[in-house]
């Protein structure tokens, strides 16, 4: 049975418009920047874990202006699954 993980990503900005992106520090992907973000946990709501990834991640507070769901998946070599706001993983 395949086991797949959703994830939230967040697109954070400054007053210049600037985008802020973290360097992964695991697989999949390691040493691969990326948007911030996590593992949504099971039936926490996408809201609520964008807000705790990112207090966990950058110690920042944040408030989402808006949420995204792009349903696109993106096949890496390693088996992985990645969309820009949500991502899938296969265990």
Excluded: H
Aim: proline fraction near 5%.
């Amino acid at each position: 049975m395949k086991k797949f993980e959703i994830v939230v990503r967040a697109i954070i900005t400054d007053k210049q418009n600037r985008i802020l992106l973290v360097k992964r520090a695991k697989n999949p992907q390691k040493d691969k920047w990326c948007l911030p973000g996590g593992k949504v946990n099971f039936g926490e709501k996408s809201e609520l874990a964008i807000i705790r990834e990112i207090k966990e991640e950058l110690n920042l507070k944040l408030m989402p202006k808006f949420l995204i769901l792009i349903p696109c998946l993106q096949f890496f070599p390693d088996n992985s699954y990645l969309s820009q706001i949500r991502q899938a993983v296969k265990k």
